[in-house]
């Protein structure tokens, strides 16, 4: 073991220590009890309208997303008159399944959300690490980077990329990057600054470890739970901005099923009782998903940060 | 916790297993509010009936010198006490302008035409070619010239003097300007010269009240140019012009129309005044507002409130407009036709060479398109009908060869007596066909594009996603700008492996067989399934004999519908809602792309 890793000082929150099972039994109030402690809600929603549909969306949908049929079109969902239980939350304008296409699209969310975070993530913790931890001309460098990203109008920026290269998934996952990656190096270097300073680091580099360790080895772990909550939180804003190009269609292209691509295809029916549900139902996913990100990235925020749990 | 865990999962399987469990005409368009005509109250001759199939228009030969009336009355054009302001909900145009010059021909007709004429007008009820300020016109044998008599009793607006032959060639020139971006801006440099000055040499005042176009193409249908139904010319002040120049056009435009240019504000509306003592038609009511709404519901919104009296709204939105007591009015002719072009359809002699050193341009041996089979393939895998019934309610007419229509020159009746044995929505044959040509499972990329008058087109290219992967094509789909479309795959010759909707306007078939079939510089798309289009175009728009001219469009035709040119969807009137309380009649031809024109003839109701 190297010395530096001896005189490490771990800063990831610990779980504090859970009863054995047997000395506490299942009930009913003992369910309830654990449900109150642990963000059940946000989770179940989280679950059941964007990860088991994602997961699972060629096992479980309906139909087929992109194929439907004219004869079927703007058939309402199954609890009005004339709708079918073959069309749970009815049919689109070309005839497709809505449920389908929902969880279809979940997946089309999640793979933008989970590539343009992660990216963004690595990119931007990077630069907040090397920025804080070097200081001087690169800490000035990269902050004037990501000065600059945060000016950019970011819908703007979209129309000309489509513009340019053609609406894809690509363009979107690019686009998030370019906007997301200045956050993540803002925050981490911020953490960085603090850690830096602290008697560990001190004693890392008295023991002859190299920068690059140091920033791995110690920084880094120092910093990893604000990066988790800040990708928590992101999920549903990735979503929303995903949405919302689509919306502009400067995002997912048709005839794939995004749901700010079903929610823009149905906006010219959202007043009409004859087809509300177009734009409705995916609206509704996107509303449930980026709120119970919200709610499970709080949570998680309270729960990694140190203060927050001692009160 | 990890009981807790378990029983959540168990929960949560429970709930995705009851998901699973879920398992997974043709008519003829609808006479429309208006009353039928009476007798004329002002003709010099016997009105023109609206018969049940548009009449041919009069772009064939030699226009007639014996004058029509300038527009056919009807009963409820009787009124006598004036509205107010008639407020039009529109969706703004592609090009907001004063100049005609400067946009396309529906964007013209829009915002131009309410303050200026053109020479030729054209009938509401059949968009035929009728007296405007033109009273009559002649060409020669040859077709190379073609004279207009002008009216000696017009005046322009703002008390820029009169109407006179001096105008004409300025305003022709105008369309040929080194900025112009007019629909006929390629057509005119053709005909009459590439610049102003050619414009001037080749438009000749004969004297105050007579004009001559020398024509540098023998062309049959410079008086349809002429009309602007295809085009942007309207008449504009020479003197104004000379006084002012173009910024005096932006400012205040001085025209013969029957409204009077007032004010505009970018992306919010437009404002006219009446015009009293029009020569053909002073309005009915004392101002003519169009109000730029882009977002459809909005626009109905303002219609059920009163705020505007008539509205472009989608044809999904008709059942809550009429249950709100407002009325759906339709124009008199099939304003737009819908199709899909077949990509990649070159002839040998169109080259392979790429203008810009790329790969894959026109001609490609190797193009499944260029099969017959292929193409018939795609033509039996569309279900019209259901199209038809599904997406535009059943009100469109047949449509089986791109560009023609029963009413205009060159039909063949033998079409669309055969068109449910040759085009007949038939799947099984279909995947036959495509197995037979050794195209089974070819890739097509299916471009979703849109263009105004038609906003079903997204939805009916998703549907013939559906379409042609049940007979086991492998589709993908992408959406595109029609400016990319444009840019990257028609003007190029890069349509290869593509297919792609259109629509056009109820014009003369040469038109849309120039745009889309025409080899050489004057076509667009420039796809031919015979190496006979152009000799047969040529004949066809050069000769001055009716019967040459319809023989050739007829052969062209028969090689189009014989070999599955295009894929024709239907024949679409233009449609729009008004409120009844506030408007009386309002007829429209709708042939230049769906526009709303001869607002003047808009009766306030009664």
Not at chain 1, 214 to 233: C, D, E, G, Y
Request: hydrophobic share 45%; charged share 20%.
């Amino acid at each position: 073991m190297a010395a530096d890793d001896r005189i490490r000082a771990p800063a990831i929150a610990e779980e504090t220590p859970a009863p054995p099972d047997a000395a506490r039994g299942i009930g009913v109030g003992r369910i309830m009890s654990e449900a109150r402690r642990y963000p059940v809600f946000p989770i179940l929603l989280l679950l059941i309208v964007l990860v088991i549909p994602a997961a699972f969306a060629d096992f479980i949908a309906p139909h087929d997303p992109k194929l439907g049929s004219l004869g079927s079109k703007l058939l309402p969902p199954v609890w009005m008159e004339g709708g079918t239980t073959e069309h749970l939350l009815g049919t689109d304008r070309v005839g497709r399944d809505i449920l389908t296409r929902i969880m279809y699209g979940a997946r089309v969310s999640v793979v933008t959300a989970v590539i343009a975070i992660f990216i963004a993530g690595i990119l931007g913790t990077t630069m907040g690490i090397v920025a804080g931890y070097t200081g001087g001309m690169v800490d000035a460098v990269v902050m004037r980077l990501v000065d600059i990203s945060l000016s950019i109008p970011i819908i703007l920026l979209a129309l000309v990329l489509v513009a340019a290269v053609g609406a894809s998934m690509g363009t979107v996952i690019t686009v998030l990057v370019l906007l997301m990656w200045s956050r993540y190096a803002r925050l981490v270097r911020g953490e960085t600054l603090a850690v830096r300073v602290q008697d560990f680091i001190a004693r890392a580099q008295v023991s002859g470890s190299s920068h690059r360790r140091i920033m791995l080895r110690h920084v880094f772990p120092n910093v990893f739970n604000s990066i988790i909550v800040l990708a928590t939180l992101n999920v549903g804003f990735v979503i929303i901005l995903e949405s919302t190009l689509s919306f502009l269609g400067a995002g997912i292209p048709p005839p794939q099923p995004a749901w700010g691509l079903m929610v823009a295809d149905g906006r010219v029916l959202i007043t009409s009782p004859n087809g509300w549900w177009v734009a409705m139902f995916p609206g509704l996913a996107i509303m449930l998903v980026v709120l119970s990100m919200n709610l499970l990235g709080d949570w998680l925020r309270d729960r990694l940060d140190p203060k927050q749990r001692q009160v | 916790m990890s009981k807790i865990a378990v029983l959540i999962a168990v929960a949560l399987t429970a709930a995705t297993v009851t998901i699973v469990g879920c398992g997974g005409a043709v008519e003829q368009p609808a006479a429309g509010v208006a009353t039928q005509p009476q007798a004329s109250d002002a003709a010099t001759a016997a009105p023109v009936r609206p018969s049940p199939l548009p009449a041919t228009p009069a772009v064939t030969i030699v226009a007639t010198a014996t004058p029509r009336p300038t527009n056919t009355p009807s009963a409820a054009q009787a009124v006598t006490d004036l509205g107010g302001r008639l407020r039009i909900a529109s969706v703004p145009p592609v090009q907001q302008l004063v100049g005609s010059w400067l946009g396309t021909t529906t964007a013209a007709n829009m915002q131009v035409r309410p303050f200026s004429d053109p020479l030729i007008h054209t009938d509401r009820f059949d968009g035929s070619l009728v007296p405007g300020l033109a009273t009559s016109w002649e060409a020669n044998e040859d077709g190379t010239q073609w004279t207009f008599h002008l009216r000696d009793d017009i005046e322009f607006q703002h008390g820029w003097g009169k109407f006179t032959a001096h105008d004409v060639p300025h305003s022709t020139g105008l369309i040929v300007k080194e900025d112009a971006i007019a629909s006929d801006t390629g057509i005119f440099r053709e005909l009459f010269g590439n610049t102003y000055d050619d414009v001037i040499n080749n438009v000749v005042v004969v004297d105050d009240n007579t004009v001559r176009y020398d024509v540098q193409v023998p062309n049959s249908i410079v008086d349809f140019f002429i009309s602007a139904q295809q085009g942007n010319l309207f008449m504009y002040s020479k003197a104004q012009f000379e006084a002012e120049g173009l910024d005096g056009y932006e400012a205040r435009p001085a025209g013969v129309g029957p409204w009077q240019f007032e004010e505009r504000t970018l992306d919010v509306n437009l404002l006219y005044s009446r015009v009293p003592d029009h020569y053909r038609r002073s309005p009915f009511f004392e101002e003519l507002e169009w109000v730029l709404i882009p977002e459809e519901n909005t626009r109905l919104a303002q219609l059920k409130t009163g705020q505007v009296q008539i509205g472009e709204i989608s044809r999904e939105l008709h059942i809550d407009a009429v249950g709100s007591g407002l009325e759906v009015v339709q124009s008199q002719l099939p304003s737009l036709q819908v199709t899909f072009i077949i990509g990649g359809v070159y002839n040998p002699e169109a080259g392979s060479e790429c203008a810009d050193g790329g790969e894959r341009c026109f001609y490609q041996p190797d193009e499944p398109h260029l099969d017959v089979r292929v193409r018939e393939a795609i033509n039996r895998a569309i279900n019209r009908q259901e199209i038809n019934e599904q997406l535009f309610d059943g009100i469109g007419q047949p449509h089986v060869v791109w560009g023609y229509h029963p009413a205009l020159p060159g039909w063949n009746s033998r079409w669309l007596e055969e068109h449910e044995e040759k085009y007949g929505f038939d799947p099984e044959r279909a995947r036959q066909l495509l197995k037979e040509s050794g195209h089974e499972g070819y890739k097509v990329k299916l471009l979703l594009t849109e263009l105004p008058g038609v906003p079903e087109m997204i939805p009916m290219g998703e549907a013939t996603y559906t379409y042609l992967t049940n007979v086991g094509i492998d589709v993908t789909s992408e959406a595109v700008e029609w400016s990319t479309y444009r840019a990257d795959y028609y003007r190029p010759g890069r349509t290869h492996g593509t297919i792609a909707a259109s629509r056009g306007t109820y014009r003369p078939a040469e038109i849309t067989v120039r745009s889309y079939n025409r080899s050489g510089p004057t076509g667009f798309w420039r796809t031919s399934v015979d190496p006979r289009t152009d000799t047969l175009y040529d004949l066809a728009t050069r000769s001055m004999d009716p019967v040459v001219k319809a023989d050739a469009l007829r052969e062209l035709g028969d090689l189009k519908f014989d070999l599955y040119s295009e894929a024709p969807i239907v024949w679409l009137p233009a449609q729009l809602v008004i409120d009844p309380r506030e408007v009386g009649e309002y007829v429209w031809p709708g042939n230049i792309n769906a526009s709303f024109t001869h607002t003047e003839y808009i009766t306030p109701a009664q």
